[in-house]
Antibody, heavy 120, light 106 residues
Framework: EVQLVESGGGLVQPGGSLRLSCAAS????????MSWVRQAPGKGLEWVAN????????YFVDSVKGRFTISRDNAKNSLYLQMNSLRAEDTAVYYC?????????????WGQGTMVTVSA | DIQMTQSPSTLSASVGDRVTITCRAS??????LAWYQQKPGKAPQLLIY???SLESGVPSRFSGSGFGTEFTLTISSLQPDDFATYYC????????FGQGTKLEIK
């Protein structure tokens, strides 16, 4: 079964850091672009970051540039999101998602999400 | 940024109805548009990609159309499982989503 499972969410103070992980299974992880997408409570979806199959290209939404880093370990079939200098507006459910072919694509597989709450 | 605007924001309908949701892009995106269904507490699920291609496993009552700046998602005969929130997403450039359409039971 094709599956993505996120972990690492939690409560963090403003200015703090958190590292999210996403474990992939059921497909050849190393051959796909991967993404993080977030959803603030009661709000819509926002793309956060993309990473190429070999990690050589990374793209971010403007609001997280310089604060968030995306990375992957193809040997461990894992995707990561390092979040620094967190703000209240970063509070959201964070989903990892697969891109079937291209850097810009529909998201065909999603994880169940992990909640990040930034609050004092 | 390419802005995506969905209408309506809320739609009330009954089982068996035919419903249409519209998504407009602030500039042409060719056919680079996807539709998702999301239920409360769950991840979005891809329904349609490239404006009109049905994702594998998605019921044929779902269909998409459009090109350029105007797109529609149609559900031909609503089933109880279809009451959810629907989002469009463009991927002509870095991805952006519509604000969502909540489909409610009338």
């Amino acid at each position: 079964e094709v599956q993505l499972v996120e972990s690492g969410g939690g409560l963090v103070q403003p200015g703090g850091s958190l590292r999210l992980s996403c474990a992939a299974s059921g497909f050849t992880f190393s051959t796909y672009w991967m993404s993080w997408v977030r959803q603030a409570p009661g709000k819509g979806l926002e793309w956060v970051a993309n990473i190429k199959q070999d990690g050589s290209e990374k793209y971010f939404v403007d609001s997280v540039k310089g604060r968030f880093t995306i990375s992957r370990d193809n040997a461990k079939n894992s995707l990561y999101l390092q979040m620094n200098s967190l703000r209240a507006e970063d509070t959201a459910v964070y989903y990892c998602a697969r891109l079937p072919k291209y850097r810009y694509d529909a998201f065909d597989i999603w994880g169940q999400g992990t909640m990040v709450t930034v609050s004092a | 940024d390419i802005q995506m605007t969905q209408s309506p924001s809320t739609l009330s309908a009954s089982v068996g109805d035919r419903v249409t949701i519209t998504c407009r892009a602030s500039q042409s995106i060719s056919s680079w548009l996807a539709w998702y269904q999301q239920k409360p507490g769950k991840a979005p699920q891809l329904l349609i990609y490239k404006a009109s291609s049905l994702e594998s496993g998605v019921p044929s009552r779902f269909s998409g159309s459009g090109f350029g700046t105007e797109f529609t998602l149609t559900i031909s005969s609503l089933q109880p499982d279809d009451f959810a929130t629907y989002y469009c997403q463009q991927y002509n450039s870095y991805p952006t989503f519509g604000q969502g359409t909540k489909l409610e039971i009338k």
